[in-house]
């Protein structure tokens, strides 16, 4: 079975350089995840996404805790399409999106295991951040 390769410009395959390799791993997760648990705010297939809301955010906010999910979802799949089209912007998006998302975990007083698994989430995107092209034309 004949394979084809690309070649980077030091002569080794694409595939084989493990920065490329990261940066489109972390691109695609940062991409798929937003978009899917976004698109799931609206139907609430994997789990009541108004039960990570803080009390505050409807306080702040004179809106019931579903339309709010309606809208954190649309800011996820508009995060998650900003990823797949320009990483090094989206990335940071994602980034101080997660951010938020931890403070009003930690407002709201419980889930710390996921704050906990956001915050490492946020670090990721910090990476991909970093390991994405400063030219977008080079991705």
């Known amino acids: 079975m ?7 410009p030091s002569g080794r395959t694409l595939a084989s350089e493990p920065g490329r390799q990261a940066f489109l791993l972390l691109r695609t997760v940062f991409t798929v995840a937003p978009i899917l648990f976004g698109l799931d705010k609206f139907t609430n297939l994997l ?6 809301l803080a009390p505050v955010a409807t306080a702040v906010v004179p809106l019931p ?28 998006l994602v980034a101080v999106w997660l951010l938020g998302i931890i403070i009003n975990l930690l407002i709201l007083g419980s889930f710390f295991d996921v704050a906990l698994r956001d915050f490492g989430l946020l670090v990721g995107a910090l990476a991909l951040n970093r390991l994405s092209p400063r030219n977008s034309r080079n991705q």
């Open 47 to 52: 789990t009541d996404w108004t039960m990570y």
């Open 2 to 8: 004949k394979s084809s390769s690309v070649l980077s």
């Open 65 to 92: 805790a579903q339309t709010i999910m309606y809208v954190v979802g649309a800011v996820e799949v508009a995060a998650g399409i900003a990823v797949a089209v320009r990483p090094r912007f989206g990335s940071m």
